[in-house]
Protein backbone atom coordinates (compact mmCIF):
# COMPACT_ATOMS: atom_id res chain seq x y z
CA UNK A 1 0.00 0.00 0.00
CA UNK A 2 2.61 2.69 0.80
CA UNK A 3 4.69 1.68 -2.55
CA UNK A 4 0.98 1.85 -4.85
CA UNK A 5 0.09 5.42 -2.37
CA UNK A 6 3.29 6.76 -3.60
CA UNK A 7 3.41 5.45 -7.10
CA UNK A 8 -0.49 8.00 -6.96
CA UNK A 9 1.27 10.97 -6.06
CA UNK A 10 3.96 11.07 -8.70
CA UNK A 11 1.69 10.52 -11.01
CA UNK A 12 -0.20 13.33 -9.92
CA UNK A 13 2.55 15.35 -9.63
CA UNK A 14 3.82 14.51 -13.25
CA UNK A 15 0.15 15.36 -14.84
CA UNK A 16 0.59 18.46 -12.44
CA UNK A 17 0.72 21.88 -14.25
CA UNK A 18 3.61 22.13 -11.74
CA UNK A 19 5.59 19.67 -13.04
CA UNK A 20 5.29 20.78 -16.92
CA UNK A 21 6.06 24.40 -15.95
CA UNK A 22 9.52 22.91 -14.36
CA UNK A 23 10.44 21.19 -17.60
CA UNK A 24 10.03 24.43 -19.32
CA UNK A 25 11.67 26.40 -17.03
CA UNK A 26 14.49 23.79 -17.27
CA UNK A 27 14.71 23.79 -20.58
CA UNK A 28 15.02 27.40 -20.99
CA UNK A 29 17.90 27.75 -18.06
CA UNK A 30 19.83 25.48 -20.22
CA UNK A 31 19.82 26.99 -23.04
CA UNK A 32 20.35 29.99 -21.27
CA UNK A 33 23.55 28.24 -19.66
CA UNK A 34 24.84 26.71 -22.84
CA UNK A 35 24.50 29.82 -24.66
CA UNK A 36 26.28 31.84 -22.28
CA UNK A 37 29.15 29.93 -22.13
CA UNK A 38 29.18 28.86 -25.96
CA UNK A 39 28.93 33.43 -26.52
CA UNK A 40 32.16 33.82 -23.92
CA UNK A 41 34.50 31.18 -25.99
CA UNK A 42 32.93 32.05 -29.35
CA UNK A 43 34.18 35.84 -28.54
CA UNK A 44 37.07 35.18 -26.96
CA UNK A 45 37.89 32.79 -30.72
CA UNK A 46 37.29 35.85 -32.71
CA UNK A 47 40.07 38.15 -31.36
CA UNK A 48 42.04 36.50 -28.94
CA UNK A 49 41.54 38.41 -26.13
CA UNK A 50 38.62 39.44 -24.02
CA UNK A 51 37.91 42.97 -25.62
CA UNK A 52 34.66 41.62 -27.01
CA UNK A 53 33.56 40.22 -24.65
CA UNK A 54 33.47 43.04 -22.58
CA UNK A 55 32.22 44.76 -24.91
CA UNK A 56 28.90 42.14 -24.91
CA UNK A 57 28.76 42.20 -21.39
CA UNK A 58 28.45 46.51 -21.62
CA UNK A 59 25.86 46.35 -24.31
CA UNK A 60 23.81 43.62 -22.34
CA UNK A 61 23.93 45.94 -19.27
CA UNK A 62 23.38 49.29 -20.66
CA UNK A 63 20.02 47.41 -22.35
CA UNK A 64 18.47 45.44 -19.29
CA UNK A 65 19.26 48.94 -17.33
CA UNK A 66 17.22 51.25 -19.38
CA UNK A 67 14.52 48.77 -21.37
CA UNK A 68 13.90 46.48 -18.63
CA UNK A 69 11.27 48.72 -16.87
CA UNK A 70 9.50 49.00 -20.60
CA UNK A 71 9.46 45.36 -21.33
CA UNK A 72 8.12 44.57 -17.57
CA UNK A 73 5.70 47.26 -18.18
CA UNK A 74 4.29 45.69 -21.43
CA UNK A 75 4.38 42.50 -20.07
CA UNK A 76 1.43 43.80 -17.33
CA UNK A 77 -0.57 45.29 -20.29
CA UNK A 78 -0.43 41.75 -22.14
CA UNK A 79 -2.21 38.73 -22.42
CA UNK A 80 -0.14 36.51 -19.79
CA UNK A 81 0.49 33.75 -22.92
CA UNK A 82 0.91 36.52 -25.18
CA UNK A 83 3.85 38.12 -24.07
CA UNK A 84 5.43 34.74 -22.69
CA UNK A 85 5.12 33.43 -26.09
CA UNK A 86 6.16 36.77 -27.96
CA UNK A 87 9.47 36.99 -25.07
CA UNK A 88 10.50 33.10 -25.43
CA UNK A 89 10.10 33.63 -29.23
CA UNK A 90 12.49 36.39 -29.61
CA UNK A 91 14.96 35.19 -27.26
CA UNK A 92 15.22 31.87 -28.99
CA UNK A 93 15.26 33.49 -32.33
CA UNK A 94 17.56 35.58 -31.38
CA UNK A 95 20.01 33.40 -30.00
CA UNK A 96 19.77 31.32 -33.18
CA UNK A 97 20.39 33.88 -35.30
CA UNK A 98 23.89 35.37 -33.41
CA UNK A 99 25.04 31.57 -33.49
CA UNK A 100 24.55 31.21 -36.86
CA UNK A 101 26.54 34.58 -37.12
CA UNK A 102 29.49 33.27 -35.17
CA UNK A 103 29.49 30.09 -36.60
CA UNK A 104 29.74 31.70 -40.23
CA UNK A 105 32.90 34.04 -38.62
CA UNK A 106 34.57 31.10 -37.14
CA UNK A 107 34.39 28.64 -39.99
CA UNK A 108 35.38 31.19 -42.85
CA UNK A 109 37.34 33.85 -40.35
CA UNK A 110 40.45 31.81 -41.21
CA UNK A 111 40.42 31.30 -45.00
CA UNK A 112 39.97 34.68 -45.67
CA UNK A 113 36.77 34.13 -47.30
CA UNK A 114 35.58 36.95 -45.26
CA UNK A 115 36.66 40.79 -45.69
CA UNK A 116 36.78 43.18 -42.62
CA UNK A 117 34.28 45.22 -43.32
CA UNK A 118 31.97 41.69 -43.48
CA UNK A 119 33.70 40.50 -40.67
CA UNK A 120 32.90 43.11 -38.59
CA UNK A 121 29.25 43.37 -39.24
CA UNK A 122 28.93 39.85 -38.86
CA UNK A 123 30.16 40.28 -35.22
CA UNK A 124 28.31 43.42 -34.44
CA UNK A 125 24.74 41.33 -35.64
CA UNK A 126 25.91 38.70 -33.43
CA UNK A 127 26.26 40.91 -30.11
CA UNK A 128 23.21 43.21 -31.49
CA UNK A 129 21.11 39.99 -31.46
CA UNK A 130 22.84 38.36 -28.19
CA UNK A 131 21.64 41.89 -26.63
CA UNK A 132 18.16 41.61 -27.74
CA UNK A 133 18.07 37.92 -26.43
CA UNK A 134 19.09 39.32 -23.11
CA UNK A 135 16.67 41.72 -22.78
CA UNK A 136 13.90 39.23 -23.81
CA UNK A 137 15.00 36.27 -21.53
CA UNK A 138 14.74 38.99 -19.29
CA UNK A 139 10.85 39.62 -19.91
CA UNK A 140 10.40 35.93 -20.37
CA UNK A 141 11.81 35.31 -16.44
CA UNK A 142 9.89 38.01 -14.93
CA UNK A 143 6.63 37.06 -16.17
CA UNK A 144 7.11 33.12 -15.38
CA UNK A 145 8.76 33.46 -12.44
CA UNK A 146 7.23 36.61 -10.61
CA UNK A 147 4.02 36.02 -12.22
CA UNK A 148 3.07 32.58 -13.63
CA UNK A 149 4.57 30.85 -10.31
CA UNK A 150 2.24 33.28 -8.16
CA UNK A 151 -1.06 32.00 -10.14
CA UNK A 152 -0.02 28.51 -10.45
CA UNK A 153 0.48 28.21 -6.07
CA UNK A 154 -2.93 30.18 -5.81
CA UNK A 155 -1.01 32.38 -3.12
CA UNK A 156 -0.21 29.35 -0.85
CA UNK A 157 2.90 30.62 0.33
CA UNK A 158 4.04 26.99 1.25
CA UNK A 159 4.05 25.94 -1.84
CA UNK A 160 5.06 29.10 -3.28
CA UNK A 161 8.53 28.65 -0.95
CA UNK A 162 8.90 24.83 -2.60
CA UNK A 163 8.41 25.77 -5.81
CA UNK A 164 10.76 28.96 -5.73
CA UNK A 165 13.15 26.11 -3.82
CA UNK A 166 13.07 24.18 -6.94
CA UNK A 167 13.09 26.54 -9.16
CA UNK A 168 16.66 27.60 -7.56
CA UNK A 169 17.71 24.14 -7.66
CA UNK A 170 17.05 23.79 -11.25
CA UNK A 171 19.11 27.14 -12.00
CA UNK A 172 22.33 25.76 -10.39
CA UNK A 173 22.19 22.20 -11.74
CA UNK A 174 21.94 23.51 -15.40
CA UNK A 175 24.61 25.88 -14.30
CA UNK A 176 26.65 23.25 -13.55
CA UNK A 177 25.77 20.37 -16.18
CA UNK A 178 25.05 22.68 -19.50
CA UNK A 179 28.56 24.57 -19.69
CA UNK A 180 30.91 20.82 -18.91
CA UNK A 181 28.97 19.76 -21.60
CA UNK A 182 29.19 22.54 -24.41
CA UNK A 183 32.77 22.84 -23.37
CA UNK A 184 33.35 19.21 -23.79
CA UNK A 185 31.69 19.12 -27.03
CA UNK A 186 33.65 21.83 -28.58
CA UNK A 187 36.91 21.01 -27.60
CA UNK A 188 36.08 17.36 -29.32
CA UNK A 189 34.67 19.02 -32.57
CA UNK A 190 35.08 22.95 -32.76
CA UNK A 191 33.48 26.17 -31.99
CA UNK A 192 31.89 26.88 -35.02
CA UNK A 193 30.18 23.12 -34.85
CA UNK A 194 29.23 24.28 -31.08
CA UNK A 195 27.75 27.73 -32.02
CA UNK A 196 25.68 25.78 -34.82
CA UNK A 197 24.53 22.98 -32.80
CA UNK A 198 23.33 25.74 -29.78
CA UNK A 199 21.39 27.11 -32.67
CA UNK A 200 19.15 24.07 -33.59
CA UNK A 201 18.77 22.68 -29.79
CA UNK A 202 17.47 26.62 -29.07
CA UNK A 203 15.16 26.42 -31.99
CA UNK A 204 13.98 22.60 -31.16
CA UNK A 205 13.61 23.74 -27.42
CA UNK A 206 11.70 26.76 -28.50
CA UNK A 207 8.79 24.14 -29.65
CA UNK A 208 9.22 22.17 -26.50
CA UNK A 209 8.66 25.28 -24.46
CA UNK A 210 6.02 26.55 -26.27
CA UNK A 211 4.06 23.22 -26.30
CA UNK A 212 4.63 23.02 -22.43
CA UNK A 213 3.71 26.92 -21.84
CA UNK A 214 0.82 26.61 -23.68
CA UNK A 215 0.03 23.38 -21.89
CA UNK A 216 0.33 24.87 -18.26
CA UNK A 217 -2.26 28.02 -19.05
CA UNK A 218 -4.67 25.87 -20.28
CA UNK A 219 -4.73 23.81 -17.14
CA UNK A 220 -4.77 26.90 -14.75
CA UNK A 221 -7.84 28.94 -15.32
CA UNK A 222 -6.27 31.37 -13.43
CA UNK A 223 -3.55 32.57 -15.67
CA UNK A 224 -6.28 33.40 -18.68
CA UNK A 225 -7.37 36.69 -16.03
CA UNK A 226 -5.14 39.67 -15.21
CA UNK A 227 -6.90 41.58 -12.31
CA UNK A 228 -7.02 45.23 -12.91
CA UNK A 229 -7.19 46.22 -9.43
CA UNK A 230 -4.64 46.25 -6.67
CA UNK A 231 -4.10 42.43 -5.54
CA UNK A 232 -0.86 40.94 -3.68
CA UNK A 233 -0.55 38.80 -0.63
CA UNK A 234 -1.13 40.51 2.28
CA UNK A 235 1.96 40.17 4.60
CA UNK A 236 2.60 44.14 4.70
CA UNK A 237 -0.43 46.00 6.32
CA UNK A 238 -1.94 48.35 3.82
CA UNK A 239 -1.30 51.41 6.27
CA UNK A 240 2.11 50.50 6.11
CA UNK A 241 2.30 51.51 2.52
CA UNK A 242 1.65 55.13 3.70
CA UNK A 243 5.14 55.01 5.59
CA UNK A 244 6.44 55.78 1.76
CA UNK A 245 4.35 58.62 1.60
CA UNK A 246 7.15 61.33 1.57
CA UNK A 247 7.07 64.82 0.26
CA UNK A 248 9.37 63.32 -2.01
CA UNK A 249 7.24 60.86 -3.58
CA UNK A 250 4.88 63.67 -3.86
CA UNK A 251 7.20 65.77 -5.51
CA UNK A 252 7.73 62.71 -7.76
CA UNK A 253 4.16 62.23 -8.84
CA UNK A 254 3.58 65.98 -9.50
CA UNK A 255 7.13 65.62 -12.06
CA UNK A 256 5.80 62.42 -13.32
CA UNK A 257 2.28 64.07 -14.50
CA UNK A 258 4.26 67.20 -16.20
CA UNK A 259 6.18 64.81 -17.84
CA UNK A 260 3.27 62.98 -18.96
CA UNK A 261 1.78 66.17 -20.60
CA UNK A 262 4.47 67.21 -22.10
CA UNK A 263 4.96 63.93 -23.83
CA UNK A 264 1.11 63.49 -24.62
CA UNK A 265 1.79 67.21 -26.94
CA UNK A 266 4.05 65.14 -29.20
CA UNK A 267 2.36 62.79 -32.01
CA UNK A 268 2.59 59.36 -31.73
CA UNK A 269 4.22 58.81 -35.14
CA UNK A 270 6.88 61.15 -34.05
CA UNK A 271 9.79 59.70 -33.39
CA UNK A 272 10.79 62.15 -30.30
CA UNK A 273 6.67 61.29 -28.90
CA UNK A 274 8.27 57.73 -28.98
CA UNK A 275 11.02 57.83 -27.37
CA UNK A 276 9.16 60.36 -24.92
CA UNK A 277 6.60 57.29 -24.29
CA UNK A 278 9.12 54.94 -23.53
CA UNK A 279 11.12 58.05 -21.16
CA UNK A 280 8.13 57.94 -19.53
CA UNK A 281 7.39 54.70 -18.78
CA UNK A 282 10.78 54.02 -17.69
CA UNK A 283 10.52 57.25 -14.91
CA UNK A 284 6.93 55.76 -13.53
CA UNK A 285 8.25 52.44 -13.32
CA UNK A 286 10.77 53.44 -10.95
CA UNK A 287 8.38 55.57 -9.37
CA UNK A 288 6.51 52.48 -8.68
CA UNK A 289 9.64 50.75 -7.44
CA UNK A 290 10.74 53.17 -5.17
CA UNK A 291 7.02 53.51 -3.55
CA UNK A 292 6.64 49.48 -2.67
CA UNK A 293 6.72 49.04 0.64
CA UNK A 294 9.54 46.11 0.11
CA UNK A 295 11.45 48.53 -1.52
CA UNK A 296 13.94 48.00 1.29
CA UNK A 297 14.19 44.77 0.76
CA UNK A 298 14.20 44.73 -2.96
CA UNK A 299 16.70 47.36 -2.35
CA UNK A 300 19.11 44.69 -0.88
CA UNK A 301 18.35 41.79 -3.28
CA UNK A 302 20.49 44.41 -5.69
CA UNK A 303 23.23 44.89 -3.58
CA UNK A 304 24.36 42.01 -3.53
CA UNK A 305 25.21 42.11 -6.75
CA UNK A 306 27.97 44.73 -5.96
CA UNK A 307 30.43 42.15 -5.17
CA UNK A 308 33.62 40.07 -6.40
CA UNK A 309 32.94 37.27 -4.16
CA UNK A 310 31.11 35.13 -6.21
CA UNK A 311 31.91 32.09 -8.93
CA UNK A 312 32.19 34.83 -11.94
CA UNK A 313 34.90 35.68 -14.28
CA UNK A 314 36.13 38.20 -12.37
CA UNK A 315 36.51 35.91 -9.25
CA UNK A 316 37.54 33.11 -11.09
CA UNK A 317 40.41 35.53 -12.98
CA UNK A 318 41.93 36.39 -9.54
CA UNK A 319 41.90 32.99 -8.58
CA UNK A 320 44.27 31.76 -11.53
CA UNK A 321 46.54 34.63 -10.86
CA UNK A 322 47.19 33.22 -7.49
CA UNK A 323 48.06 29.99 -8.93
CA UNK A 324 45.29 27.63 -8.84
CA UNK A 325 44.91 25.05 -11.56
CA UNK A 326 41.41 25.06 -14.13
CA UNK A 327 40.17 21.82 -12.82
CA UNK A 328 40.69 22.94 -9.02
CA UNK A 329 38.17 26.11 -9.81
CA UNK A 330 35.86 24.15 -11.70
CA UNK A 331 35.68 21.97 -8.56
CA UNK A 332 35.33 24.64 -6.00
CA UNK A 333 32.81 25.88 -8.53
CA UNK A 334 30.90 22.87 -8.25
CA UNK A 335 30.82 22.75 -4.91
CA UNK A 336 29.72 26.12 -4.43
CA UNK A 337 26.75 25.05 -6.32
CA UNK A 338 26.09 22.48 -3.94
CA UNK A 339 26.42 24.83 -1.32
CA UNK A 340 23.76 26.52 -2.94
CA UNK A 341 21.46 23.83 -3.70
CA UNK A 342 21.56 22.90 0.24
CA UNK A 343 20.38 25.98 0.97
CA UNK A 344 17.61 25.57 -1.13
CA UNK A 345 17.13 22.62 1.05
CA UNK A 346 16.89 24.30 4.43
CA UNK A 347 14.93 27.42 2.81
CA UNK A 348 11.22 25.74 3.07
CA UNK A 349 12.06 24.46 6.22
CA UNK A 350 13.38 28.07 7.90
CA UNK A 351 10.71 29.66 6.26
CA UNK A 352 7.77 27.24 7.89
CA UNK A 353 9.69 27.45 11.43
CA UNK A 354 11.08 30.77 12.14
CA UNK A 355 9.16 32.69 9.39
CA UNK A 356 9.80 34.37 5.96
CA UNK A 357 11.81 37.64 7.66
CA UNK A 358 13.61 36.02 10.13
CA UNK A 359 14.59 33.47 7.65
CA UNK A 360 16.08 36.34 5.76
CA UNK A 361 18.01 38.14 8.32
CA UNK A 362 19.55 35.33 9.81
CA UNK A 363 20.87 34.28 5.35
CA UNK A 364 22.19 37.18 5.82
CA UNK A 365 23.84 36.92 8.77
CA UNK A 366 25.05 33.43 7.49
CA UNK A 367 26.43 35.12 4.29
CA UNK A 368 28.17 38.13 5.93
CA UNK A 369 29.93 35.39 8.50
CA UNK A 370 31.13 33.31 5.99
CA UNK A 371 32.06 36.00 3.57
CA UNK A 372 34.66 37.16 6.65
CA UNK A 373 36.67 34.40 5.72
CA UNK A 374 37.71 37.03 2.29
CA UNK A 375 37.95 39.99 4.12
CA UNK A 376 40.40 37.91 6.21
CA UNK A 377 42.05 36.08 3.52
CA UNK A 378 43.84 39.78 2.66
CA UNK A 379 46.19 39.72 5.08
CA UNK A 380 46.91 35.75 5.19
CA UNK A 381 50.33 34.53 3.89
CA UNK A 382 50.45 34.05 0.19
CA UNK A 383 48.33 37.30 -0.16
CA UNK A 384 49.31 39.73 -3.02
CA UNK A 385 47.42 42.63 -1.31
CA UNK A 386 49.97 46.07 -1.59
CA UNK A 387 48.01 48.88 -2.42
CA UNK A 388 50.38 51.39 -1.70
CA UNK A 389 52.74 49.92 -3.99
CA UNK A 390 50.55 49.44 -6.46
CA UNK A 391 49.54 53.11 -6.50
CA UNK A 392 52.85 54.55 -5.92
CA UNK A 393 54.43 52.68 -9.14
CA UNK A 394 54.80 54.22 -12.16
CA UNK A 395 52.27 55.64 -14.15
CA UNK A 396 53.94 55.09 -17.46
CA UNK A 397 52.70 51.20 -17.60
CA UNK A 398 50.96 50.80 -20.99
CA UNK A 399 48.09 48.54 -20.91
CA UNK A 400 49.48 46.52 -23.20
CA UNK A 401 52.48 46.01 -21.11
CA UNK A 402 50.23 45.68 -17.90
CA UNK A 403 48.23 42.76 -19.53
CA UNK A 404 52.18 41.22 -20.28
CA UNK A 405 53.00 41.48 -17.03
CA UNK A 406 49.58 40.34 -15.80
CA UNK A 407 50.09 37.46 -17.71
CA UNK A 408 53.25 36.47 -16.56
CA UNK A 409 52.52 36.42 -13.10
CA UNK A 410 49.66 34.06 -13.87
CA UNK A 411 52.34 31.63 -15.61
CA UNK A 412 55.07 32.70 -12.40
CA UNK A 413 52.18 31.63 -10.27
CA UNK A 414 51.12 28.93 -11.87
CA UNK A 415 54.64 28.08 -11.84
CA UNK A 416 55.28 28.09 -8.04
CA UNK A 417 52.25 26.26 -7.28
CA UNK A 418 52.94 22.94 -9.49
CA UNK A 419 56.66 23.39 -7.79
CA UNK A 420 55.02 23.48 -4.55
CA UNK A 421 52.77 20.23 -5.26
CA UNK A 422 55.73 17.83 -6.84
CA UNK A 423 58.29 19.53 -3.78
CA UNK A 424 56.33 19.15 -1.21
CA UNK A 425 55.66 23.03 -1.02
CA UNK A 426 59.23 23.68 -0.76
CA UNK A 427 59.38 26.55 -2.77
CA UNK A 428 58.03 28.56 0.60
CA UNK A 429 54.48 29.87 -2.22
CA UNK A 430 51.77 29.64 0.15
CA UNK A 431 48.12 28.82 -0.30
CA UNK A 432 46.32 29.68 2.38
CA UNK A 433 45.38 33.28 1.60
CA UNK A 434 43.69 32.14 -1.55
CA UNK A 435 42.10 28.91 0.24
CA UNK A 436 40.80 31.01 2.73
CA UNK A 437 39.23 33.46 0.31
CA UNK A 438 37.66 30.19 -1.61
CA UNK A 439 36.42 28.46 1.26
CA UNK A 440 34.47 31.82 2.39
CA UNK A 441 33.27 32.11 -1.02
CA UNK A 442 31.99 28.46 -1.06
CA UNK A 443 30.33 28.08 2.35
CA UNK A 444 28.65 31.55 1.81
CA UNK A 445 26.70 30.04 -1.06
CA UNK A 446 23.85 28.83 1.50
CA UNK A 447 23.25 31.70 3.01
CA UNK A 448 23.07 33.83 -0.22
CA UNK A 449 20.43 31.45 -1.71
CA UNK A 450 18.65 31.65 1.04
CA UNK A 451 18.98 35.14 1.14
CA UNK A 452 17.96 35.56 -2.52
CA UNK A 453 14.56 32.98 -2.34
CA UNK A 454 13.12 34.82 1.04
CA UNK A 455 13.72 38.33 -0.96
CA UNK A 456 12.09 36.84 -4.28
CA UNK A 457 9.40 35.40 -2.22
CA UNK A 458 8.40 38.87 -0.15
CA UNK A 459 8.20 40.49 -3.57
CA UNK A 460 6.28 37.66 -4.99
CA UNK A 461 3.97 38.29 -2.06
CA UNK A 462 3.95 41.71 -1.86
CA UNK A 463 3.89 43.24 -5.53
CA UNK A 464 0.28 44.09 -6.83
CA UNK A 465 -0.64 41.72 -9.92
CA UNK A 466 -0.92 44.58 -11.85
CA UNK A 467 2.43 45.92 -11.14
CA UNK A 468 4.79 42.43 -11.20
CA UNK A 469 6.42 43.05 -14.56
CA UNK A 470 7.05 46.81 -14.13
CA UNK A 471 8.36 46.31 -11.12
CA UNK A 472 10.54 43.90 -11.51
CA UNK A 473 11.77 44.86 -14.46
CA UNK A 474 12.96 48.18 -12.84
CA UNK A 475 14.68 45.51 -9.75
CA UNK A 476 16.71 43.88 -12.86
CA UNK A 477 17.40 47.20 -14.03
CA UNK A 478 18.82 48.19 -10.37
CA UNK A 479 20.66 44.46 -10.42
CA UNK A 480 22.44 45.37 -13.76
CA UNK A 481 23.27 48.67 -12.50
CA UNK A 482 25.06 47.52 -9.48
CA UNK A 483 26.70 44.85 -11.55
CA UNK A 484 27.91 47.81 -13.94
CA UNK A 485 29.64 49.32 -11.01
CA UNK A 486 31.20 46.45 -10.05
CA UNK A 487 33.29 46.28 -13.42
CA UNK A 488 33.84 49.71 -13.12
CA UNK A 489 35.78 49.00 -9.86
CA UNK A 490 37.70 45.83 -11.56
CA UNK A 491 38.76 48.33 -14.19
CA UNK A 492 40.02 51.10 -11.81
CA UNK A 493 41.87 48.67 -9.71
CA UNK A 494 42.75 45.97 -12.01
CA UNK A 495 45.70 44.45 -10.30
CA UNK A 496 45.71 41.75 -7.84
CA UNK A 497 47.88 44.06 -5.47
CA UNK A 498 44.52 45.65 -5.79
CA UNK A 499 41.96 42.72 -5.47
CA UNK A 500 41.85 43.48 -1.40
CA UNK A 501 40.08 46.61 -2.04
CA UNK A 502 37.30 45.03 -4.05
CA UNK A 503 37.39 42.60 -1.78
CA UNK A 504 36.37 44.91 1.35
CA UNK A 505 33.97 47.43 -0.95
CA UNK A 506 32.30 44.16 -1.59
CA UNK A 507 31.91 42.86 1.99
CA UNK A 508 30.41 46.04 2.95
CA UNK A 509 27.74 46.36 -0.04
CA UNK A 510 26.34 43.28 1.33
CA UNK A 511 26.88 44.47 5.04
CA UNK A 512 24.45 47.15 3.53
CA UNK A 513 22.31 45.17 2.15
CA UNK A 514 21.55 43.43 5.40
CA UNK A 515 20.84 46.51 7.14
CA UNK A 516 18.50 47.70 4.41
CA UNK A 517 16.53 44.49 4.46
CA UNK A 518 17.01 44.81 8.63
CA UNK A 519 14.84 48.55 7.90
CA UNK A 520 12.47 46.44 6.08
CA UNK A 521 12.18 43.75 8.38
CA UNK A 522 11.96 46.38 11.52
CA UNK A 523 9.14 47.99 9.67
CA UNK A 524 6.76 44.68 9.14
CA UNK A 525 7.65 42.37 12.75
CA UNK A 526 9.39 45.49 14.65
CA UNK A 527 12.61 44.04 15.36
CA UNK A 528 14.52 45.47 18.58
CA UNK A 529 18.48 45.15 17.17
CA UNK A 530 20.63 47.46 18.62
CA UNK A 531 20.96 49.72 15.49
CA UNK A 532 17.48 49.72 15.69
CA UNK A 533 16.42 51.34 18.91
CA UNK A 534 16.87 55.14 17.88
CA UNK A 535 14.50 55.05 14.94
CA UNK A 536 12.62 51.50 15.27
CA UNK A 537 9.20 52.96 16.86
CA UNK A 538 9.35 55.37 13.73
CA UNK A 539 9.09 52.75 11.51
CA UNK A 540 7.02 50.32 13.19
CA UNK A 541 4.37 53.14 14.02
CA UNK A 542 1.67 52.18 11.77
CA UNK A 543 1.93 47.96 11.92
CA UNK A 544 -0.08 46.27 14.52
CA UNK A 545 1.16 43.57 16.79
CA UNK A 546 -1.01 41.23 14.80
CA UNK A 547 0.41 41.81 11.53
CA UNK A 548 3.76 41.05 13.04
CA UNK A 549 2.94 37.67 14.10
CA UNK A 550 0.50 36.94 10.77
CA UNK A 551 4.16 37.57 8.40
CA UNK A 552 6.27 35.45 10.49
CA UNK A 553 3.64 32.55 9.76
Not at 195 to 221: D, H, M, Q, R
Request: proline letters at 3%; a neutral charge.
Amino acid sequence: MPSQSFLTRAEIFFRSPSFKFYCSYTLSTWSDSWWQFTLSLALFEINGNLRFIAINGLVDGLAVLFFASSVGKWIDETKRITATRTTLTITNGSVALSAICLAVIQHWDTSGILDGSLRFLLIVLAILLSTVAVLAQTGTKIALTKDWLVVICNNEKDKLANMNAWLLRVNLTTRIISPLIAGLLMRLVSVSAGCLLIAIWTLCSWGVEFWLLNVVYKSVPALAVKKSTDFALEIVHPSSVGLLESESTVKLEHTAEILLKVTNTVPDKNCSGKFGSVLTATFLGWRSYYRQPVFPAALSLALLFLTVLDFHGITTGYAYSQGLPTDVLAIARGVAALMGIIGSVIYPFSRSKIGLARTGLVSFLLDLLCLALCVLSIWLPGSHFDPIGYFSSPDSISPTEQSINTTLNIVQNSTELAVGITKGNQSGYSYCSISTFLLGVILARCGLYMADLSIIQIMQESIAEHERGVVNGVQSSVNRLLSMMRDLLVIVLPDPRTFGLLIIISWLSILSGFLSYSVYSCRIRGLNLPFHRQFSAVLCRNVSPDDRDNHDT
